[in-house]
Each structure stands twice: as C-alpha cells, then as structure tokens.
C-alpha cells in the first residue's frame, strides 16, 4: 500500500505544505522473509538434487564394512569435492535469489545495505541447512553415531554370541564375527565318515543342548584372552563323546576354534577403529563444507542485493 508523508522541503502552496508519495518497496523493514524463505526452499531442493545425483555416481555410499559399498578409508578428494561443491552451488544459489528479491531499502547507507544483504545471506544459508538436515536425517544420523555402533558392534559381538549360538544356523547375522561363531560351532561337531550311527537316538538333542554351553565358554575365553584348562578339558571331551572324534582332534579343534576367534576379534577391533577415524574424517568435512556454504551465501547475497538496487 502507497503510503503518503510531509516533506517540509516542498515549499507551501495555498498554506498547506507538500505532499510526497513513497514506493511500496521502501517501507522500513529490515528482513525479507519471502525472499529468505524462497532462497532456502531452493537452496534446499538443489541440495536433495545433487545428494541423488552424488548418490548415482557413487560418491555418497560410504561402509566401513568391506565389499558394502565404498569402504570408509575410499573417502578420498573425489567424495570431498563433490560435498563441498554440493554446498557451495546450493548455498550460492539460495543466497542470491534471497539478496535479488528482498524489497529495495531506501535512505540507507551503503554499509548498512551490505550488512543486511549479508545477514539475509546467512539467514537463508541457516534455514536451507535445517531443512537438509531434516531431509537427510538418517545420514546425519549414521555419520555422527557411526563410531559408537561400530565400536558397540566390535565390543558386543562377541559377548551376545553364547545366547544365540543355536539360532545362528537358522537366521542370517550380519555381524562378521557372529558368522564366524556360527561356523565354528558347526565345525566343532563336525563328524568325518558316516555319521548315520552318531547322530540316532539322543545324540542330536546332545549336541544341541551342548552348543550354547561351548558358546558361552568360548565368549568367556575370548573376553579374558584365554581358555582355562579345565574347560579346554571339558569341551574337548563334549565334542569327543557327541562327535566319535578321538580326544586329540577333539583338543586341536578346541584350539584351532580359540585362535579363529581370537583372529576375528581383533580384526573387529581394528574395523572399529577404521570406522571411528572415517567418522570423525567425514564429520570433518562436512563441518567445512557447511562453513564454505554460510560464506557463499553471504557473498551471493550481496551479489544479488546490488543488482535488485541497479
């Protein structure tokens, strides 16, 4: 609305002083929503755009699992770049369509339009960043707590696997570790030749009821870094009586069963510790990514506020 006020410069004509007309777009607000709102909203939209795009190429598929994707460590420059270009032309763009559409300020100072120019910049930068992170949500979420589940995963593995040693024959795991005490505890009561004898009567339900107990056992030997005689002495003559394995190969089984064990939790560790580093490597970039995105949509903003002005 055309709003109208006294200009005490226009001489008087008939004892009345003069009246001037002011534009629309000079009222006296500081902040343009409509145009911060339009720029996030775009600024966004080309965000999801190129996250699908990056998707495509394979940029974006990061495990710390191998043969899952890109490992963890493969996080190289491509990936960076791509993150940080993703930033900057989203941020670029938002920012200058919020700078090109705000209302044209009038009696300013020149300073003071470039520092709002700027804040609008920022503002815009501010609410497409919310939105994305709302979007992505879940990748936010999987890189900040990435270290955590992979080091629970590493450090529990192990510790559940007593308890659900006989499921692991019926029920894909997905935990490495897991896979290898499933194949450990078949391998331990393996039976060479013809096994049709052994496994009548109650020497199957024997075998089952004695593979959580071995499990437990195992998880126990792991855990403290070795395995007492006596139960080395005990699972050995389990497996020797279910099995018809003399107790020697009863006890190189016992043996040979530690030292996997042994192998594939240390190799979980180290796999924790890859993915704790990747983590933080990533959370890296990102925060720098951000950073370069507030920067240019502060500058495109500026941009586009001096060309709405011209």
Known sequence: ?????????????????????????????????????????VAAVLSLVLFILGTGLGLTMISPWANQGVEAQT????????VTLT??????????LAGRLRVRWTDLHGDE?????????????????????????????AIAGGAAS??????????????????MSDSEQDNPVEQLMGYTMDSLFRVEGDSTSLFEGDNTDAIQA???????????????????????????????RTTGVTPQ????????AFASLQTAEMAAMEAADEAREA????????????????????????????????
Do not use: C, K
């Open 1 to 41: 609305m055309t709003r109208t006020t006294i200009d005490p410069t226009i001489s008087p004509v008939h004892g009345q002083a003069g009246i001037r007309a002011i534009a629309p777009d000079a009222h006296n607000t500081a902040v343009s929503w409509p145009a911060i709102f339009a720029g996030a909203t």
């Open 75 to 82: 996080f190289g420059m491509t990936s960076i770049l791509w």
């Open 87 to 96: 930033s900057l032309a989203a941020s670029a763009a938002g920012g200058y």
């Open 113 to 141: 339009v470039f520092f709002r120019d700027t804040a609008h910049g920022l503002v815009t930068w501010g609410i497409s960043t919310l939105a994305t992170a709302a979007l992505f949500s879940s990748v936010f979420a």
């Open 150 to 167: 992979a080091g629970a995963a590493a450090a529990g593995g192990i510790a559940t696997l007593g308890s659900s040693a006989v499921a």
């Open 210 to 240: 004695a593979i959580p107990e071995l499990g437990r056992i195992f998880v126990n030997a792991v855990r403290t870094g070795a395995l007492p005689e006596e139960d080395a002495d005990y699972a050995a003559d389990v497996i020797a």
């Open 249 to 256: 190969e009863a006890e190189q089984r016992i043996e040979d």
């Open 279 to 310: 983590s933080a490597y990533v959370a890296m970039w990102m925060v720098v990514s951000l950073l370069v995105g507030a920067f240019i949509a502060s500058f495109a903003a500026t941009i586009g506020g001096r060309q709405r002005d011209l």
